[in-house]
């Protein structure tokens, strides 16, 4: 979505937005080029809030709202941890959360042809990437990276799976390393795979390893960044 | 609990047995023509049909669990059952098939304390339907009255009120798969209990294998009997003749409908009809007890008709009398092994 | 387009594996050792006769009401003493509305014989005339949130709610002294139940082959588990019920084992609700005070507290 802008977004930005805001009033800009992301909408010349989050601006004209939820709303280019529900002849069926299926190409893998199609068991668990998402249809999936390589995509084996909100999922993936994950890592050695929809997957050489980090990440929920770092402290001194 | 003595000084229940004998059992296989597997369970006056059919397609709310890719359906009868049902299905689910999309299908009218013959009539029907299991199932019950551990609870003892344990066992595995009970108990009493039912399954196994073995023998003596004496109609069919024409009557018609399901029947008054009962394999008659007993209709009438019928089958099929001394040699044998086997242990 | 089939919840075959191997060197996911208890919390927010049991993800609500009522025929002296469970899909979208499940059924079942057939609430207590009128008491037990265990959970809601329920004191009067008088509790103290004992349930998983045996399974475990048992015990170390239906078979010595676990585990949980429902009183004594004079408005404090 393009619109014409030219005054600047107002105080709104990182701020908490509700549905039904007003953010930006095109009227009022001219020869500007925005984008638009998840949670904003157009009506007429207003660009109004649809969920309640803080919004965020990316230079040079990205704006979208962030929030957190247990729900995932597909959106292309996230990368998610999907299950595998059914196979049909074209297509895997994948749980990914969001309120349909998702359809996973058989084609879709590297190199993939009609001869090499993978066979996937009820319930296995997948590293995907959403590649359509578009209202009114079940979302497309894909297991190669842009240019078609297989990248870190595909089955996860062993390990564990616990769901979060997508925002901690966000979180635990921006940068710099979130301090969970960092004063974890300092530690325990493990394998992680956060989804966007709200999936972790964790993998380490003993159970008790996997079950400490998953815990730790699932309490870190509510908690402010130095919260967090004091709470892995504690659980880490706890098993030593 | 009340005031009743269940256990006379000398030892004795109010039906005449010791603590730790069991009731007469009494089995028979195939029974209902058109299921895929039926079975006739007694244990005294205490009496189950089981049908199995299957399989079917199961309705979309059952949840499928993927490592077993059937689901057994147990229907009973009326809502009160619930128990009984759920004795029943708990048990039967723990038949791991081999083969997915098997359903069974069955259902219990019942009284209370019926709950192990209705297991038993269950395994034997599966049995008798071919569907694969891992070992069979019986179950037996057990209570604790006047201080006293006793094996088989009858319908009176059942309603005393007192502690009442059913146990489920997988014989060969020496696994218990069910386990219910109610009232108090304490602990090291309950061990007792429990072991004294644990044992009535394993008298209940040894019966159940030995009807299943039988069952195999008369299938192929039927056979035989067939061919060689050309007869038209082997037991089956004779089944359906006496069904087809049973059907005009009324009361029938209704017993033919709950054939489709585990009938069980409470009858006090066919007890001193045990020597007709066992003439075997008579389909039509059975059914006829059934729906009218059902019915609770005059006892009289019904002995007078069931007799006829009788002397009719039995003037017809000389065959069967020997069939019908073997199984009472074999009724009047069996509680003195389970008692035997009890007293040793 | 294909919907997510009714918001199915669903278990990954690596969390199923993990649950197993993990629980082989006696680890749960939640952090627990395998015969460790959730933590329970047990809340009286509506007041008299009503509690909400939490334990670990799974919440309860259980709530007791009483109503006069003409006694059956063959027990004239007798109150009853009914249970009733709402499963609604709020907790979880497996449950149907309407329709209760063979879980409801079954949860129903094993709470109703291990409260009624235990004789753990002295329903003869209950008759105010022979033959002409009883008190009913009636368990509601609503299942707020699914996190697995609800049996006990439930049983735990039923046990508090009923401790802390009172029943308005009636007498008789009249001319012939056939017409019952039920005094307002303003008026005259309402009087509790008489509970003779506490029968505690405490659900145990069995795991395949391996002998694996842990207790108050979660959601989780719950899906991947081969069998359950419910033994529902006293501190007294009586047994009430036992609740094995079918599933994975157990040998005999596992399951005197698992009633050794249960009785010291009842003994634990016995106390928790007795702390709880002792505090609870105490804070409403203190709270409420109905005097005789005492209006209307008493009445709300107490239906608020």
Redesign the interface.
Same mark, same amino acid.
């Given at each position: 979505m393009e619109n014409k802008k030219s005054s600047s977004p107002a105080g709104f930005i990182d701020s908490t937005v509700v549905p039904g805001d007003v953010v930006l009033d095109l009227s009022s800009m001219t020869n500007q080029t925005i984008k638009i992301g998840g949670g904003l909408r157009q009506d007429c010349d207003a660009i109004s809030v649809m969920k309640a989050g803080t919004l965020r601006f990316s230079k040079p004209n990205k704006y979208w709202v962030e929030s957190s939820q247990k729900r995932y709303v597909p959106c292309v280019e996230d990368t998610v941890l999907g299950?595998v529900?059914d196979s049909k002849a074209d297509n895997f &069926?994948i #749980?990914i959360k /969001?309120? +349909? &299926?998702a359809f996973l190409p058989v084609l879709a893998f590297e190199g993939g042809t009609r001869r090499n199609i993978p066979k996937f068991?009820? /319930?296995? &668990?997948l590293y995907l990437r959403v590649v359509k998402a578009n209202f009114? *249809?079940?979302p497309e999936l894909s297991c190669t990276d842009v240019s078609g390589k297989a990248a870190e995509f595909g089955p &996860?084996? #062993? /390990?564990? *799976?616990?769901e979060i909100s997508t925002g901690l999922s966000r979180k635990l993936l921006s940068s710099p390393t979130c301090p969970i994950l960092e004063a974890l890592g300092k530690k325990l050695s493990f394998e992680i795979a956060i989804g966007l929809n709200g999936r972790v997957?964790v993998n380490a050489t003993?159970? #008790?390893i $996997?079950? $400490?980090v +998953?815990?730790a990440i699932m309490k870190s929920e509510s908690l402010s960044t130095a919260q967090q770092i004091i709470m892995v402290e504690h659980l880490l001194k706890n098993i030593q | 609990m009340s005031k009743t003595e269940y256990v006379s000084p000398e030892g004795l229940r109010l039906d005449g047995r010791r603590p730790m004998e069991m009731r007469q059992l009494r089995a028979e296989i195939g029974t209902v023509a058109k299921a895929n597997g039926s079975a006739v369970f007694e244990m005294g006056n205490t009496k189950v049909i089981a049908a199995v059919y299957g399989p079917r397609e199961f309705s979309c709310w059952f949840v499928v669990d993927d490592e077993c890719n059937s689901v057994f359906q147990v229907q009973n009868r009326s809502q009160q059952l619930n128990d009984q049902a759920l004795a029943v299905n708990g048990d039967i689910t723990c038949h791991p098939p081999d083969h997915g999309g098997v359903h069974f299908d069955s259902s219990n009218a019942s009284f209370s304390g019926t709950r192990s013959a209705c297991i038993n009539a269950a395994t034997l029907a599966l049995a008798d339907a071919g569907i694969p299991m891992r070992d069979i199932v019986t179950s037996c019950s057990a209570g604790y009255l006047n201080s006293t551990p006793l094996l088989d609870l009858n319908y009176i003892e059942d309603s005393a009120g007192g502690p009442d344990v059913t146990v489920g066992i997988l014989p060969k595995l020496d696994k218990v798969t069910l386990l219910q009970m109610e009232a108090k108990l304490p602990v090291d009493i309950f061990e007792n209990v429990m072991g004294l039912a644990v044992e009535g399954c394993k008298a209940v196994a040894n019966y159940i294998k030995e009807m299943l073995w039988k069952d195999e023998d008369d299938a192929l003596l039927k056979q035989a009997l067939a061919l060689s004496m050309n007869i038209p109609g082997s037991d089956s069919s004779v089944g359906d003749a006496e069904m087809s024409e049973a059907t005009n009557d009324q009361e029938l018609a209704m017993g033919m409908s709950c054939y489709l399901f585990v009938v069980l029947t409470y009858l006090e008054f066919l007890c001193h009809m045990d020597g007709l009962h066992n003439c075997g394999s008579h389909v039509g008659l059975k059914f006829y007890y059934l729906a009218k007993s059902y019915q609770s209709s005059i006892t009289k009438e019904l002995n007078m008709l069931a007799l006829q019928m009788f002397m009719l089958n039995g003037s017809i099929d000389q065959s069967e009398e020997s069939d019908v001394s073997k199984v009472l040699g074999d009724q009047s044998f069996m509680p003195s092994i389970i008692s035997s086997e009890l007293t040793q242990m | 387009m294909e919907g997510r089939i009714s918001n199915a919840w669903r278990l990954t075959v690596n969390d199923k594996n993990f649950i197993k191997t993990a629980l082989l060197s006696e680890i749960r996911i939640d952090g627990r050792k395998p015969f460790e208890y959730r933590k329970i919390s047990i809340k009286f927010d509506r007041g008299d006769g009503s509690s909400e049991v939490q334990l670990g993800q799974t919440r309860v609500m259980g709530i007791v009401t009483a109503q006069l009522v003409q006694p059956y025929k063959d027990r004239p002296k007798e109150g009853t003493l009914s249970i009733f469970t709402e499963f609604s899909p709020m907790a979880d979208p497996s449950f149907e509305p309407g329709r209760p499940g063979e879980l409801a059924v079954e949860l129903g079942r094993i709470i109703d014989r291990g409260l009624r057939e235990s004789r753990a609430v002295d329903t003869e207590s209950l008759c105010i005339l022979a033959g002409k009128f009883v008190w009913a008491i009636r368990i509601d037990l609503h299942i707020l949130d699914n996190g697995g265990n609800l049996v006990d959970a439930a049983n735990i809601a039923a046990l508090a709610a009923l401790l802390t329920f009172r029943r308005p004191e009636c007498s008789l009067g009249g001319e012939d002294g056939q017409e019952v008088i039920v005094h307002p509790p303003e008026i005259r103290e309402p009087l509790p139940l008489t509970v003779h004992h506490l029968p505690i349930a405490i659900t145990f998983g069995f795991f395949g082959n391996e002998g694996i045996l842990l207790i108050d399974p979660t959601h989780n475990e719950e899906a991947v588990m081969g069998g359950r048992m419910t033994m529902t015990v006293n501190a007294n170390g009586d047994i009430c019920a036992i609740q094995k239906g079918g599933g994975e078979g157990v040998p005999q010595r596992v399951i005197m084992k698992c009633l050794q676990l249960a009785t010291s585990k009842a003994a634990s949980i016995t106390k928790q609700i007795k702390d709880a429902v002792e505090a609870f009183t105490e804070r409403a004594l203190r709270k409420i005070k109905r005097h005789p004079t005492s209006t209307d408005v008493d009445v709300k404090e107490k239906q608020n507290q």
């Open positions: 299950i529900v &069926l #749980d /969001g309120p +349909a &299926l068991e009820v /319930g296995t &668990l009114g *249809m079940n &996860l084996k #062993d /390990g564990y *799976m616990f997957w003993s159970p #008790d $996997i079950v $400490i +998953a815990n | - | -």
